[in-house]
């Protein structure tokens, strides 16, 4: 099962994914033994980013979920080739952190767009074929006005059709706002 949590900064949307792997785990509890993973693939490239992913990692120290975390700012279809089961519920917070990862990454701008599509086909591909249970956080970006600058372009169009490949597949879309969860699939 795919399930695609969309939503701004700040908008509840990690907590409410959160709250479904709860309640999947709660579910899946008679008799069979899940593992749950968090996929975090932020960097702390800068003092703030890091209290950030400190703040986050607090916070899964003190769940009722027992979080297996796996640090992949860069290779996140690799990870989930290695870690999914049948039994695994993995979260993954956030993909917008994923693609600007890849999309800063220090190469020549025509190998990196070329490396961008590989890497997301690749990812879509596996997503496709995956057993187990994924929950996918990301950022919606594509609601304000067109960003100056060619990467904020480049980004904002990355992330667009990346939600629009996924959404296809997935078994579920949630878009959050002020913590309110709209279902838009599923």
């Known amino acids: 099962m795919i399930h695609l949590v969309l939503g701004g900064a700040r908008s509840g949307k990690s907590r409410f994914a959160e709250a479904q792997v709860k309640q999947l785990l709660a579910e899946t509890q008679n008799g069979v033994d899940s593992e749950c993973f968090y996929f975090a693939t932020a960097q702390a490239l800068d003092a703030e980013m890091g209290e950030r992913i400190h703040h986050h990692q607090t916070q899964r120290g003190s769940d009722t979920i027992v979080w297996r975390t796996i640090e992949c700012p860069l290779e996140l279809t690799v ?92 078994d579920r879309v949630t878009l959050v706002t002020a913590g309110l969860p709209l279902c838009l699939k599923g």
């Open 79 to 170: 990870a989930l080739k290695a870690h999914a089961t049948e039994s695994s519920i993995i979260l993954v917070d956030c993909l917008t952190l994923w693609l600007t990862n890849h999309l800063l990454q220090k190469e020549p701008l025509l190998q990196k767009e070329d490396s961008w599509q590989q890497v997301k086909a690749d990812f879509l591909q596996l997503l496709s074929e995956l057993p187990g249970t994924v929950v996918l956080v990301s950022n919606e970006v594509g609601c304000g006005i067109v960003p100056m600058g060619e990467i904020n372009r480049r980004f904002v169009d990355e992330a667009g059709w990346l939600h629009q490949d996924i959404a296809a597949i997935a």
